[in-house]
Structures are given as structure tokens and as C-alpha cells.
């Protein structure tokens, strides 16, 4: 039996039932809405598991599920080393959203990473401390800044409204998710000309992990074979 | 892990070893105050060592090295010179490879005397490498003093120098910034924003605390630095001659007094790595064979500013340093609230030098 584990709720949920749809494997929900048990039609010996999409990247780590469609911003994000514990199958194209970089419009100074980071160095020595950036993806963005070598700044913890921090001064500038920009021009804010960090879609990945049976394997090609992969 | 027997025994004999050359056994508690590291390396140290918090002191870090402990220590003392060794456990995050140990035993010696550096840079060499005798190691060696006397003497603007400076230890933003420096090209978008009247006419509303000051300030200084001259293409290419200088040290040695010449400001430095060398040689170290690298010890989130060393298992490459240690004079600026010492130091991992003894 191999284990796929879906998006519980929400446009992600229902996107990824079409995109199996589509290629003849049917997804639903069995029972009532509220339950988070599910129905496979189309193929024998995979079995639904709904989930949190955040939750999906460790338990593909850990082998609770074998499959799993979650954004590839929370894998990379979530996994240490991602690559070595899963891998991707198919890029879904649905979901996609870019992590960014953005700062106050009125930092008219500031378009690139090489001027953040002039800014930062400039703003520690005046204010006396690291210049501060509000996000949840602090792995995603600390390695990118030293890919980048970008210096003086420091990472701020922001579970959600993230483009309101710079407003309410909690923050300087901002890393977050965001589709079509809308909202970080509402709250005052641009995003740097290289600031992508990633460019997220939903995912279809495979766990790495090497105790899987003969069975299993043999299941995982059938899949592929049916989804076309 | 639980430390092995035998790496608690070799800990003992190096640590006795250097004790036996006039260091004082320093301890230091395992649980550090994180401030002193978070301002010293920034977001960095949060992805290499583990952090904590203790709801009164605050955020502590499990001990990523002794060196940080020693100095603090040794700048409260004020009895110079000094010698210490250590032994103890360290621990670094691992995000990349499993089989790297996370917490492993280090012995150190360091040494702050500044009566004759180059004499005391080749003590702790010797030092590291007589704790290391007999096993099939290959010393690496460079000097981040060249090249940072390099960049102090361009033809520039201080304020591109402290640019330079301040990324010495990032070469891809070093990089960056010597391309830069070394052009007169503005993008359009750059241009229109130095020669506006109004730079702020399409800003947005004034949010966040680094304020319309700051932004004039830097367009001030975006100003100014339109208006230097270039850095010369010769000076360009000679600071790409040090970093991709790769041979024994006499021949680098030899190299970078050629660059001198067209380079005064190294003048110093180079000397300096000249009597290093003939100290060395005082030691019995085989210098000819000495490997010299113009770039190692840039890519390290370490704090060494000057001589720098690593010693490597010789048919495996791909492996961690046996030892490494280098010249950390800053550091101790640094964390001396106003006082400095001329101070070098090294650390031998026991485990890995147990591991290269013929079975």
C-alpha cells in the first residue's frame, strides 16, 4: 500500500483532485466534510491521506506517507537537506506563488540585494542594531542571503500579516510569499529587482527513504505509468 | 555521541602537550550567552550553532568553538602575554551531511603575545603540528592580511575600501563589489534617481524606522561614489593575482613580491610572511613543501584577519580539517571594549586525528 498525502482543505485540496482527475486516478473525500479520510478510484493500492500542507514535507521524511503534494516552498523550507530525503515527480502547475524580498516603496535607494545590503550595514551603524527581516521561511532566507552575501541584517519570526510589520515597525523589510504583488503595493511595499527566492508550485514528491518493499516500488511505477510521468 | 575512550585519552595528551609549553588550562561552561556570537556573525550562527533560551539570561548557545570564551576572558584578565590550552566539547549544527558529527571534542592553543607575531604564528603551527606528528596529514596556509592590506591600499575611496573590508569573508559579494568598483556603468534606472530633483516624487508613504534620512543619506553617499574615478583595471587584476595565487609558500612568497613592487601598501604584510616563514623554518617546519592558497580561510565564518592554517587527512580530501587556527588580532579589538592584543590560535579534533592511525 502506498500512502498519498493531500491537502486537507481549500483551492490546493481541490486543485490537486483535479490534476489526478484529469489523468484518471479520482480523489475525494469520503464522509462527511469534516472528516479528513479519503477515497481512491482508478488504481489499486494507494491510499488517500489528507493532511495540513505544512505537515506534508516531515511526514514524507519521517515515511508515514510514501507520496505527497504540497508547495515546493515548504519542502525546502521544512527539510534540511530536502533533496536527500525526497524528490520531486511532477511539477503540478497550479499554486504557484514566488518568494520574495520586498522593502518600503520610499527606500528609493534601495532596488537590488547589493543595495539592501549596503542599507544594512548603513542602518546598523545608525540605529545601533541589525536591520530586521519579517518571515516564516528563516532557512530559505538565511541561505539565500548567504549565497547572496548580504550582512548585517537579522531574521524576525512572522507567522502571518507579514506586510504589515514594516508599518508597525517590527520590522525594516520582509521575505513572504506572495502571487500577484497586490498586497505588498497596498501595504507600501516593492519587491527587490533580484529578491526571488523561490518560485513555489504545488509539488508531487516521493519520500527517499530506502524501506520500501518490492510491492511498494512496483506500485510507484503503475502510478507513474497511469499519470503519465 | 558519547566520546570514545581513546579520544578522551588523546584529548588529554595534547592538552597536556600544550600545557607542558607554558599554557593555563582554561574551561569554559558549556552554555554561552548567544548575544556576543548573534553580534558578532549575525542570522549566520543560527544555522551552524544551536541556540536556546533561558527564560532569565536569555538566549544562550551551546559553545560553538572556545576562542570566543578565551578572548572574553583573557580581555577581563589584562596579564599579557598569555598562553592557554583547552579541551572540550564544541557543537555545530550539521544541515548538509549526516555523518559529520555535531558535537565533537576540540583541544586548543592560543596564544596572545604581541612582542613578535610571526614568531608566535609559527609557535601555534609548530605547536598543532607536533600534536599531530607521525600521522599522514598535509598543512594548507594563507595570509588574509595580504589581501586585506591589498584593499587598504587602492587607489579609492575609504568608503570603498570599508565596503571591500566588510566583505573580505563573502567572496561572491567581494566580487560584486570590485566589478562594481571597477566600472563606470550605472543602470538608467540608477542614474535618474542621483540626478532627480525630487528623488522621493514617486515614493510611497513614509513606513518603517529606517527613515527618509537614511535614504537621503545613502543617496548622498550613492552621489559621491558616482563621482569617484573607477578602481584602476591594474589594481583589479592585481587583487585577482593574490586570490588566485596557489603554490609553495617561498614561490608565493616570491610572487607577492613582484606585486609589491606595483603595490606598495602589501609591502608590509609581505615582509611579515617573510619572517613568519623563516620562524617556521626556526621550528623545523619543512617550509618549502608549505602550501600557500592567496583565498583559503575566506569562506569560513571564522574571525581570523591574518595568518591562517588548516591541516587535512593526505589521500582525503573530501574530510573535515584535522586542526585549524589562524591570527584573530580583531577579534580581541573587538571583544576588548577598546583594547586589542595580537593573538593566534589553533584546535586539533582528537577523534579525526585518531582516525588517520594506521589500524
Given at each position: ?76 523550507e521544512?527539510?534540511a ?52 527581516i519579517?518571515t516564516?521561511y528563516h532557512r530559505l532566507v538565511r541561505d539565500f542571503m548567504r549565497e547572496q552575501?548580504v550582512?548585517?541584517y537579522q531574521l ?19 521575505a ?21 527566492i ?32 | ?41 549575525g542570522e549566520d550562527i543560527r544555522a551552524r ?46 544541515e ?264
Amino acid at each position: 500500500m502506498l500512502k498519498l498525502g493531500v491537502p486537507s482543505k481549500g483551492r490546493l485540496m481541490e486543485k490537486t483532485f483535479d490534476w489526478f482527475g484529469a489523468r484518471g486516478i479520482g480523489l475525494r473525500k469520503s464522509g462527511s466534510d469534516r472528516e479528513y479520510a479519503g477515497a481512491v478510484e482508478g488504481i489499486d493500492g494507494v491510499e488517500l491521506v489528507l493532511l495540513s500542507a505544512g505537515e506534508i514535507p516531515r511526514e514524507l521524511a519521517a515515511g508515514n506517507i510514501h507520496l505527497g503534494v504540497t508547495g515546493s516552498d515548504l519542502v525546502r523550507e521544512k527539510l534540511a537537506n530536502w533533496n536527500a530525503q525526497v524528490s520531486e515527480l511532477a511539477s503540478m502547475g497550479f499554486g504557484g506563488a514566488d518568494l520574495i524580498i520586498a522593502v518600503p516603496q520610499v527606500w528609493v535607494d534601495v532596488s537590488t540585494l547589493d543595495d539592501l545590503d549596503a542599507a544594512a550595514a548603513a542602518f546598523r551603524r545608525t540605529h545601533g542594531f541589525r536591520l530586521r527581516i519579517a518571515t516564516k521561511y528563516h532557512r530559505l532566507v538565511r541561505d539565500f542571503m548567504r549565497e547572496q552575501g548580504v550582512a548585517d541584517y537579522q531574521l524576525v519570526d512572522s507567522q502571518g500579516a507579514t506586510e504589515g510589520t514594516v508599518k508597525n515597525e517590527t520590522a525594516e523589510a520582509i521575505a513572504d510569499i506572495t502571487s500577484t504583488g497586490e498586497t505588498l503595493r497596498a501595504n507600501g511595499l516593492k519587491i527587490l529587482d533580484d529578491g526571488l527566492i523561490h518560485a513555489s508550485q504545488a509539488t508531487l514528491f516521493r519520500g527517499r527513504r530506502r524501506d520500501w518493499s518490492d510491492a511498494q516500488r512496483a506500485q510507484l511505477k503503475t502510478l507513474q505509468m497511469v499519470l503519465g510521468l | 555521541m558519547p566520546t570514545s575512550p581513546e579520544t578522551l585519552t588523546e584529548a588529554r595528551r595534547l592538552r597536556d602537550l600544550f600545557a607542558a609549553k607554558g599554557a593555563q588550562v582554561f574551561k569554559a561552561d558549556v552554555l554561552q550567552p548567544a548575544d556576543t556570537l548573534l553580534d558578532l556573525y549575525g542570522e549566520d550562527i543560527r544555522a551552524r550553532a544551536y541556540l536556546t533560551t533561558d527564560p532569565l539570561r536569555g538566549e544562550m548557545v551551546l559553545r560553538p568553538d572556545f576562542t570566543v570564551p578565551v578572548v572574553q576572558m583573557h580581555m577581563e584578565a589584562h596579564a599579557d602575554p598569555a598562553r592557554y590550552t583547552y579541551a572540550g566539547k564544541v557543537f555545530r549544527k550539521q544541515e548538509t551531511d549526516e555523518t559529520r558529527a555535531n558535537e565533537y571534542v576540540q583541544v586548543g592553543y592560543e596564544v596572545f603575545d604581541g612582542q613578535n607575531p610571526a614568531a608566535a604564528d609559527a609557535e601555534v603551527f609548530a605547536a598543532i603540528a607536533q600534536g599531530l606528528a607521525g600521522l599522514p596529514v598535509r598543512a594548507a596556509t594563507g595570509d588574509i592580511g595580504v589581501l586585506m592590506a591589498a584593499v587598504r591600499g587602492l587607489r579609492t575611496t575609504d568608503a570603498r575600501k570599508a565596503a571591500l573590508l566588510r566583505h573580505i569573508w563573502r567572496p561572491s559579494r567581494f566580487r560584486a563589489l570590485m566589478k562594481r568598483f571597477g566600472s563606470v556603468k550605472v543602470t538608467p534606472a540608477r542614474a535618474a534617481l542621483l540626478a532627480a530633483d525630487d528623488p522621493f516624487a514617486d515614493a510611497g508613504p513614509d513606513i518603517g524606522l529606517r527613515s527618509r534620512e537614511d535614504v537621503i543619506a545613502r543617496i548622498d553617499a550613492l552621489r559621491a561614489d558616482a563621482a569617484a574615478p573607477p578602481i584602476a583595471a591594474e589594481e583589479i587584476a592585481l587583487i585577482d593575482a593574490i586570490l588566485a595565487l596557489r603554490e609553495t609558500a617561498p614561490n608565493v612568497l616570491s610572487a607577492l613580491r613582484d606585486i609589491a613592487v606595483d603595490m606598495p601598501a602589501i609591502s608590509d604584510a609581505v615582509s611579515g610572511m617573510g619572517a613568519r616563514l623563516e620562524a617556521l623554518a626556526d621550528r623545523g617546519v619543512d617550509v618549502a613543501t608549505l602550501e600557500f592558497e592567496g583565498s583559503y580561510g575566506r569562506t569560513s565564518l571564522e574571525y581570523y584577519d591574518g595568518f591562517v592554517f588548516g591541516f587535512y587527512a593526505t589521500d582525503r580530501p573530501d574530510h573535515p580539517p584535522v586542526a585549524t587556527g589562524g591570527r584573530y588580532d580583531a577579534l580581541t579589538a573587538q571583544l576588548g571594549q577598546g583594547r586589542a592584543v595580537p593573538a593566534v590560535g589553533g584546535v586539533i579534533r582528537p577523534d579525526l586525528a585518531l582516525g588517520l592511525l594506521p589500524c
